[in-house]
């Protein structure tokens, strides 16, 4: 069987330096080319930490695109490069696999109707952590009986989107099960703003971001004399691969737009 040929955006990342290293070690894909804003031209090899992994660098999209045959783009970068990427990709034929948060819904409606346009697979996953998307699972489970939640997501202070991707698809799973309801006292004020965190549908998500930590995101569920918590913590990066390559094979089966790996496994 021929194996899947994938490009990674955002090589020297702390995820596309990981995704480098799971897709050129895996027997089934090859590692067609790398998207890196600062390199152009040489190979992987030559850049530090990627001693040994031969493939070419461009810096321009459309050049890798039109240079490079490929199954498969990974997006590991920002909001605003990952939807123009997706996007290029997925005019180019090239089924995207994406990690990059901060997309807004009109960014999703917008990909799905440009991937059922090109009858293409598509997947976003907000979390590859299998760990990550069965907490997601289970609160959504969980919000069935105790409509009373707050999510607490917890990061590293490179961050920069918040809430989390993470934080915000456990909401909308939550919310899809969830009557809406607006928690606390009918008439509680904040006299610091911000002070009850974002508000979606009546429940609320704080986010904290501090040195030292990854990514760990606890859902607490509140009732009259009980408390349920639902917590994931990943501690390295190496947490998201089995996901990545996951996404990587589903992938290539869709003809359609996935947003969140809970719609892969079952
Ligand atoms: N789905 C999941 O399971 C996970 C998703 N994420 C998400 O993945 C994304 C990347 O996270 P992380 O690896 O920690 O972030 P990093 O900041 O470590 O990496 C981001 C990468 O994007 C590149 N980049 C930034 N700006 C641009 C630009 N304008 N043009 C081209 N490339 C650019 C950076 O290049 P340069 O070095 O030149 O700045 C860098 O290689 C984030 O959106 C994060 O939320 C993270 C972990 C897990
Ligand atoms: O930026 C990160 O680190 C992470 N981002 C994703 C998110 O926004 O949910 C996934 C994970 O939480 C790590």
Same mark, same amino acid.
């Given at each position: 069987?021929?194996?899947?040929?994938?490009?990674?955006?955002?090589?020297?990342?702390?995820? $596309?330096?990981?995704?480098?290293? #799971?897709? =050129?070690?895996?027997? $089934? *894909?090859? %590692?067609?080319?790398?998207? &890196?804003?600062k390199h152009n031209g040489e190979s992987l090899s030559a850049i530090e930490g990627f001693h040994g992994i031969e493939a070419p660098v461009f810096s321009d999209i459309n050049e890798c695109f039109s240079s490079v045959e490929a199954d498969v783009l990974i997006d590991l970068t920002t909001p605003e490069v990952g939807m123009f990427h997706t996007e290029t990709a997925l005019n180019h034929?090239?089924?995207?696999?994406?990690?990059?948060?901060? *997309?807004? !819904?009109e960014d999703l409606a917008k990909?799905?109707? #440009?991937?059922?346009? !090109?009858?293409?697979?598509?997947?976003?996953?907000?979390?590859?952590?299998?760990?990550?998307?069965?907490?997601? !699972? *289970?609160?959504?489970?969980?919000?069935?009986?105790?409509?009373?939640?707050?999510?607490?997501?917890? =990061?590293?202070?490179?961050k920069l989107d918040a809430p989390s991707g993470t934080a915000s698809k456990t909401a909308d799973m939550i919310?899809?099960?969830?009557?809406?309801?607006q928690q606390g006292?009918?008439?509680e004020k904040e006299t610091i703003q911000g002070a009850r965190g974002a508000n979606v549908d009546g429940m609320h998500i704080h986010s904290v971001?501090?040195?030292?930590?990854?990514? =760990?995101?606890?859902?607490?569920?509140?009732?009259d004399g009980? %408390? #349920?918590? +639902?917590?994931?913590?990943?501690?390295?990066?190496?947490?998201?691969?089995?996901? +990545?390559? #996951?996404?990587? &094979?589903? +992938?290539m089966k869709l003809d359609v737009l996935v947003y969140g790996l809970e719609n892969i496994i079952e």
């Open positions: 069987m021929s194996k899947v040929k994938v490009i990674v955006a955002g090589p020297r990342g702390r995820m $596309g330096n990981e995704a480098v290293k #799971l897709v =050129h070690g895996t027997e $089934g *894909f090859e %590692l067609a080319a790398v998207i &890196d804003r034929g090239i089924r995207p696999v994406v990690g990059t948060t901060g *997309f807004t !819904k990909l799905d109707s #440009l991937t059922k346009e !090109k009858g293409i697979g598509c997947i976003i996953a907000p979390n590859f952590a299998i760990g990550a998307i069965l907490m997601m !699972k *289970f609160s959504q489970m969980a919000a069935k009986y105790f409509p009373d939640v707050e999510i607490i997501e917890m =990061h590293h202070d490179q919310a899809a099960v969830r009557e809406t309801k006292h009918p008439n971001r501090l040195p030292g930590l990854v990514a =760990h995101q606890q859902v607490l569920f509140g009732s009980e %408390l #349920l918590t +639902v917590r994931h913590d990943s501690f390295n990066r190496a947490s998201f691969m089995s996901g +990545v390559k #996951l996404a990587v &094979d589903s +992938v």
